[in-house]
């Protein structure tokens, strides 16, 4: 993942989008992007070596936290002994997601799944001897999930790769471009491999901040996808011949102005399993993150860590569990909806039917008594909680006969309807939703 430093979250949050400006018309791919809109919901899975001994994963040994030769010992003690592809999916469909993305191959350069480009895999240089993608893209898939693969465009392992010129032993490109090139084969038949054997629904790259379009061939990489798989889609890490935007850990304050974008969150501090790291996001936390992200027109593909020996924490089970549980009562407002309406108009995240005629208002903590909607221009016809159907009451405040401006909606929630997480309003309105925008009347 990007781990560069910024001044600040809203830097670090325009920067990644600024990472690749998109060169592929959204018109042109808006049908295939559908499944996407309508899904809301992703795990993303950093699963590799790096979780041995539990250091940062590949950036470690790059910022010198630990030696390349002590990083790559780790391969001893990848088992994958209780690795269950099964109860992975079956844990991936309780949660709600609709997608998962797992590492196919980080920074390190260990694959994750049986290359033929070279030996450096769990196949061939560890103790698991287990290709993880290909089993757990089969269990997913019998549960109607789609399957995506990270793949990092850099290799700090191959000899061919110049990387960040930390190494004196690196090069420039310009200063041997055959042995550029030659790598340039290594990555892309690696893709052209995984392509042939898992067919991804998306592909996840990783890492093409380091070179240009041109140097990477994204243009070339995106064709060797399409033209196997014409309604793949790829994250806009490609320097610009991706499909949508993917920011990691910082959130938007205003909407972004993308067609489809994914925020990308870990459930604690780190991507891959750190046993130090115990600062676990709530149930509470992810589901607020959870539900500002939809709100926003975006997506939230939420990361898990697995150990070395291929359980899964229980903090992050539970995590995915509650996550579930909440969506299973609440999911009407979530799935196959649209982004709500604009801010102000409700001091909270809110979403849309895709007919605009339903508004879903979403109620965090423990919120009771009053809540207000502002410049709605609909009559009501009904308002119940998700996962309830109680029917609650409203009344309009402020509106005069002969102004164009509505009133004030004032909704009574009572306590006894509380979410224990969040709370969902349905509101069933006369037409599609119609907003006052302007300054009030004279």
């Not at 064709?223 to 806009?236: E, H, T, W």
């Not at 939230?300 to 009562?329: F, R, Y």
Request: a neutral charge; hydrophobic letters at 35%; one cysteine or more.
């Amino acid at each position: 993942m990007f781990q560069r430093i910024c001044l600040a979250g809203f830097f670090c949050w325009v920067s990644l989008f600024a990472i690749s400006q998109p060169k592929i018309d959204p018109k042109s791919i808006a049908p295939k992007m559908q499944w996407f809109g309508d899904a809301k919901l992703g795990i993303f899975i950093h699963s590799g070596i790096y979780a041995v001994n539990g250091v940062d994963e590949s950036w470690s040994f790059y910022n010198k936290k630990i030696s390349y030769t002590d990083y790559m010992k780790q391969l001893k003690g990848f088992t994958l002994r209780n690795y269950d592809p099964a109860a992975w999916a079956d844990l991936i469909r309780e949660s709600g997601a609709r997608y998962a993305v797992i590492t196919t191959k980080h920074h390190d350069g260990v694959a994750m799944y049986d290359t033929r480009q070279g030996n450096l895999s769990t196949v061939k240089a560890t103790p698991a001897k287990r290709d993880m993608v290909k089993p757990l893209f089969e269990e997913l898939r019998k549960r109607n999930i789609r399957c995506g693969a990270y793949y990092s465009l850099i290799d700090w392992s191959d000899a061919r790769y110049p990387g960040f010129m930390k190494d004196s032993s690196r090069y420039q490109v310009q200063n041997d471009y055959g042995r550029w090139n030659q790598f340039r084969n290594f990555f892309q038949a690696q893709i052209k491999e995984i392509n042939a054997q898992f067919n991804p629904d998306l592909w996840w790259f990783d890492g093409d901040w380091e070179h240009s379009a041109e140097e990477w061939e994204s243009e070339k990489v995106r064709y060797l996808i399409l033209s196997k798989n014409p309604n793949a889609i790829i994250n806009g890490r490609l320097q610009g011949y991706g499909d949508y935007a993917t920011p990691e850990q910082n959130f938007p304050v205003t909407r972004p102005p993308f067609n489809w974008w994914e925020l990308c969150m870990t459930i604690n501090n780190n991507w891959g399993y750190q046993h130090t790291d115990n600062n676990w996001k709530t149930p509470y936390e992810i589901i607020t993150i959870f539900v500002d992200a939809v709100a926003n027109g975006g997506n939230l593909l939420l990361d898990i860590g697995p150990k070395e020996d291929g359980t899964i924490p229980e903090e992050q089970v539970n995590v995915l569990k509650e996550l579930g549980a909440w969506n299973a009562k609440n999911g009407e407002a979530i799935f196959n909806t649209v982004g709500g309406i604009a801010q102000g108009h409700f001091y909270g995240p809110t979403t849309l039917s895709k007919d605009s005629a339903t508004l879903y208002l979403f109620v965090h903590g423990k919120t009771s008594g009053q809540i207000m909607v502002k410049g709605l221009d609909n009559k009501i016809n009904e308002i119940t909680v998700l996962g309830s159907n109680a029917k609650i009451t409203h009344k309009v405040v402020g509106k005069i006969s002969w102004s164009p401006v509505p009133g004030l909606v004032y909704i009574d929630l009572p306590e006894n309807v509380l979410d224990k997480y969040v709370t969902v309003l349905k509101l069933k309105l006369d037409k599609p939703v119609k907003l006052y925008r302007g300054q009030g009347g004279l």
